[in-house]
């Protein structure tokens, strides 16, 4: 009732558990009191923009529909476009990589986003 499932039992050894999460794509507001603007979530995954594959400090923003709702591509991903509307990014969910960053070339993640409905 409350969203959760929780597994009991004894688990012989080299036991497989497969979840699959079908929560589909959402956006949040962040911080909720006074969002600055969203998170992209895919299930229970923060989606981010890679330093590796576009300037971060750029104001990107996620392409919704008239709804609200994230636009999806072809492959059910969710894009971000830069301000010049040029060009346009999947998002990747954040990985291990991102809490343990090298100490020269720190590996940077764009997690919020403004919204925008242009350049569809």
Do not use: M
Request: hydrophobic fraction near 45%; aromatic fraction near 6%; include cysteine.
């Amino acid at each position: 009732q409350d969203g959760r499932v929780l597994l009991t039992r004894t688990w012989p050894a080299a036991t497989i558990i497969e979840v699959e999460f079908v929560a589909g794509v959402r956006l949040v507001s962040w911080p909720a009191s006074n969002p600055k603007g969203v998170a992209v979530f895919d299930g229970p995954l923060c989606l981010g923009l890679p330093s590796e594959a576009a300037d971060v400090d750029l104001p990107w923003a996620v392409r919704v529909d008239a709804a609200g709702q994230p636009v999806l591509n072809s492959a059910g991903a969710p894009q971000v476009i830069e301000p010049s509307s040029r060009a346009v990014q999947t998002l990747e969910p954040i990985g291990a990589r991102w809490l343990a960053p090298g100490v020269k070339n720190p590996a940077r993640q764009r997690v919020l986003f403004q919204t925008s409905t242009e350049g569809r």
